[in-house]
């Protein structure tokens, strides 16, 4: 019997070490489950209907956001088919967007908020909150963004000084604690967003903005007036900017809401916090503002160099092979919230300027003299390896090197797309 016992016990192993094995076979191996995380979907959804402003922004967006999507992690796709929030058509996506409006039906209502209820992601911006019937929706307007019916706005669009309140969320824990936003028209609320335990308010209109606006009739002269903020309870955003100033007789933009290189900050890393992306890359806080700099080009190998070695105004700054020269050494002077001038050794009050003052792609780079510029200001962001971007405050855009190692090409502004040809190596002489 023990014999009989043990012969069964050893075939009754086997049989299970064989299904163990078969089982092994058929799932994916767990330690290999993440190790190439897939890039997030982003859909951005707008109407393109309502007010020249709203809907230049929203044009702006949907070419911004594109050149972002894939040197921070995610899929860029915009859409006027609000019905994908009825149909489920959202739920193919990690953080929809509401760039323009908002939803308008009952069934895209019940939709998004179901989306949220599940786990979804959500980023809203300027009239994406504007109600005068809070209570159509109450849900979404009191619950969700918390803030009600809109009670006023400042008028003409100006910029203003923000004052980060809480510098540990994801989406602002690489914000300094104050920062000058881009143009919109700012919106106040009825409701109290401090009184509301389940809103975190992110930055307020700090005090040294006011009067805010340029209508005396329509500014802001004191007070307390929240801009960015998330409801604990979802995974979600509002931005009280995205309205561009405009020449409404010609419709004409004549800002950018991308202008703000901090600003833009906040909108990346936001989206990889909603995007569930992890860490983000902060500006770089170790590149010291008196030593002198080599910026050596990763994607063609030549470094930044000012032409002939001269230092007039308009001297172009370009790309040259890299010659150890004072006219390729650099020094980068902080000027304020992360900022830095990057002036020429021989003379560092010369900085590297963007040509009239352009927000353009492709618009050349100069020497010019220091006269605290937006345009002479550059945010370095580190990578790796001593590697840095660096995105011009006025624009938002990155210092960009041609793609081929040819001498003498003069070097530009461009959208920030995550190439090489946008990626330097700092290296200390």
């Known amino acids: 019997m023990h014999t009989i016992s043990s012969r069964s016990g050893s075939t009754g192993l086997r049989v299970l070490l064989l299904l163990a094995v078969l089982l092994g076979l058929a799932a994916p191996p767990a330690a290999h489950a993440h190790t190439a995380a897939a890039p997030f979907k982003v859909l951005g959804l707008y109407s393109g209907t309502w007010d020249a402003a709203h809907i230049d922004f ?43 409006d908002l939803p308008q039906t009952a069934a895209q209502r019940t939709g998004f908020e179901q989306y949220m209820r599940d786990g979804g992601a959500w980023m809203g911006f300027h009239v994406s909150a504007f109600t005068t019937n809070a209570a159509g929706w109450s849900w979404y307007h ?12 400042t008028w003409g669009p100006t910029s203003a000084v923000l004052k980060v ?40 209109v700090d005090p040294s903005s006011f009067p805010l606006g340029t209508d005396p009739g329509q500014s ?10 998330t409801n604990t309870k979802y995974r979600m955003l509002y931005a009280n900017f995205g309205h561009n100033a405009m020449n409404y007789a010609t419709n004409t933009r ?29 500006p770089d806080d170790t590149l010291s503002e008196t030593s002198w700099y080599s910026l050596r080009n990763v ?13 007039a105004n308009g001297t172009a700054i370009q790309q040259y092979a890299c010659n ?33 003052v352009s927000t353009a792609d492709n618009a050349p ?59 330097f190596a700092a290296a200390a002489g």
């Open 324 to 356: 150890g020269t004072q006219a390729q050494q650099f020094r980068l002077a902080g000027t304020g919230d992360g900022y830095r001038r990057i002036g020429v050794r021989p003379a560092p009050d010369q900085v590297i300027d963007v040509t009239d």
């Open 299 to 311: 994607g063609n190998g030549t470094c930044v160099d000012a032409r002939a070695a001269a230092t």
């Open 365 to 423: 780079l100069q020497l010019w003299a220091y006269g605290g510029g937006l345009n002479q200001q550059w945010l370095p962001v580190r990578e790796a390896a001593g590697r840095y971007h660096f995105t011009a405050r006025h624009s938002g855009k990155c210092l960009t090197a041609a793609s081929a190692a040819t001498n003498s090409a003069q070097l530009t502004q461009r959208a920030c797309d995550g190439s090489p040809a946008q990626s």
């Open 220 to 229: 802001w002269y004191s007070g307390y007036y929240p801009i960015l903020w």
């Open 254 to 282: 004549l800002s950018s809401t991308f202008a703000s290189a901090t600003q833009n900050r906040f909108l990346l890393d936001g989206l990889k916090w909603l995007g569930g992306a992890g860490g983000t890359t902060p």
């Open 165 to 204: 309140e809480d510098r540990s969320h994801p989406s602002t824990v690489n914000l300094p604690a104050t920062f000058t936003s881009s143009v919109s028209e700012w919106y106040s609320w009825s409701n109290d967003l401090r009184q509301n335990p389940d809103i975190k308010v992110l930055a307020s």
């Open 58 to 100: 929203e044009k702006e967006a949907n070419d911004w956001l594109p050149k972002q999507a894939a040197a921070n992690g995610f899929t860029y796709t915009a859409s006027n088919d609000w019905n994908l929030l009825a149909n489920g058509g959202v739920r193919a996506y990690q953080v929809v967007l509401f760039l323009d």
């Open 142 to 153: 009191n619950t969700f963004l918390g803030s009600g019916d809109f009670k006023s706005n």
